[in-house]
């Protein structure tokens, strides 16, 4: 409409105002927590069975998640898909002798075995068979991956891709970035022809120390990586030179919104299980981290859909009641367990910030393949509180925020001794990080609401 005559600029300031309250309290909430049809769903997105480096196998992998209250898991394997006729020697195999007697006492009549020159030999099982034996509909879901387990030079650089059809060949390349900007246009040419949705990951970055934030902030395609491995080799917190996997998160969020036009990247919680029968040791082992993901129904598309809209948290212990985001704040409820108490952090990196880097130095002299060093600015803590709940209110500029929400109680089998209970909320776009028209301010950053 366009009035006839200029309102008195008082009045039309108003009216503005009235407007744009209205704007903001009809849609653009969103709200993260189980109503009517939608639900938490537990899930371990990362894997290692006999068929590669695992000590156990796939069935046996699967009732122990199936046991232990998860909804799903996704098989990842390095190079290798479970589809094809594979016998393996049982003692020769990871899990040996201990792991084919608990196979057979679980699983009486379905056990294959042969003698091949006086050694005995068992079949593993494909995924479909144990997906039809083990899953059950909107309780348990088993999904096919594949650990993408390419390098650059002496870097290992490793890659999830969840819910796939054929076996991913790693691509190679010139560079760490270059190594896994190939796997991703790999995957992301395949989902296109296939139409499946596969979702890809970069795993543990601090793994050799292989991934710098620098490789990871102009990846296309990429929108998460794994902030916590249950592996205890994978250095999740750094070291005194280098750089933790959630300060390498912050700085690559921080350089994608600013310097890039690329969406914010996500960060999961997941076990990296290779050992399966001495549970708890400093082995890699299940039931250390896994993430918590809101959808109507547990299916590979539904779960993946809402991975990709951010409608989910990464956890090593801490469960969350809801995660709430309008345009003005982010509020996070935590669903508290008795004797634990919590402190909720809310970090970001806010407008103006100091952007400079300086690269760091080793005893040689030399400079470190390493993340480089920023200021205090980037991943800043912007309101720290106790308790099992707290609310952020954006000052107005926030490039983005995240929440991260730590228990008083231990980790009972943690990725490194002294970790505690955690739950990592996804970043959402502030005020401040509208830099491009494919990226919405406020509510969720790409967060959308699924159908
Ligand atoms: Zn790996
Ligand atoms: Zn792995």
Wanted: without cysteine; negative net charge; hydrophobic residues 35%.
């Amino acid at each position: 409409m366009t009035p006839k005559a200029p309102m008195p600029k008082s009045l039309s300031a108003g009216l503005v105002f009235l407007f744009a309250a209205a704007l903001q309290s009809s849609a653009v909430a969103d709200e993260l927590k189980a109503t009517g049809d939608l639900r938490w769903h537990r899930g371990n997105m990362h894997t290692h069975s006999h068929w590669s480096d695992g000590d156990d196998y796939l069935e046996a992998i699967a009732m122990w998640y199936r046991d232990h209250d998860y909804d799903f898991l996704v098989f990842t394997d390095h190079n290798v898909l479970p589809t094809t006729e594979r016998w393996v020697d049982v003692e020769k195999s990871k899990g040996g002798r201990k792991a084919f007697d608990k196979l057979k006492a679980k699983f009486p009549d379905w056990v294959e075995e042969r003698e091949t020159e006086g050694r005995l030999e068992v079949r593993l099982r494909r995924f479909d068979e144990v997906s039809e034996r083990i899953a059950v509909p909107d309780e348990f879901l088993l999904i096919q991956g594949e650990e993408i387990s390419d390098k650059y030079e002496s870097y290992p650089i490793h890659m999830n891709a969840s819910h796939v059809r054929e076996v991913l060949k790693p691509r190679g390349g010139n560079s760490v970035h270059e190594v896994m900007q190939r796997n991703l246009d790999a995957v992301m040419a395949v989902r296109k022809e296939t139409g499946q949705p596969t979702m890809i990951h970069l795993n543990h970055p601090n793994f050799g120390y292989a991934v710098t934030a620098e490789d990871m902030v102009p990846l296309v395609g990429e929108r998460f990586f794994e902030v916590y491995n249950g592996h205890p080799g994978v250095h999740n917190s750094g070291s005194e030179q280098r750089a933790s996997t959630e300060r390498i998160w912050d700085i690559v969020n921080t350089k994608r919104l600013v310097d890039f036009d690329l969406p914010l990247m996500y960060g999961l919680a997941t076990d990296d299980g290779h050992s399966y029968h001495n549970i708890p040791s400093r082995a890699s082992e299940p039931g250390r981290a896994w993430v918590m993901v809101l959808a109507e129904t547990l299916s590979p598309e539904a779960l993946i859909e809402s991975l990709e809209a951010g409608r989910f948290y990464a956890t090593n212990g801490v469960m969350l009641k809801s995660i709430i985001t309008t345009p003005k704040s982010l509020t996070v409820e935590v669903g508290a367990k008795p004797g634990e108490t919590y402190t909720i952090d809310f970090i970001g990196t806010r407008k103006g910030f100091d952007p400079s880097s300086k690269p760091v130095v080793g005893d040689d002299g030399k400079e470190l393949h390493t993340t480089r060093v920023y200021s205090a600015d980037i991943g800043t803590t912007l309101q720290s509180s106790e308790g099992e709940k707290a609310t952020y209110t954006f000052q107005g500029d926030e490039i983005y925020v995240r929440a991260r929400v730590t228990s008083s109680a231990d980790h009972p089998n943690p990725s490194e001794i002294g970790d505690k209970q955690q739950a990592w909320v996804q970043p959402v776009m502030g005020p401040g990080g509208a830099k491009s028209a494919s990226q919405e301010p406020a509510t969720g950053g790409g967060r959308r609401k699924s159908k």
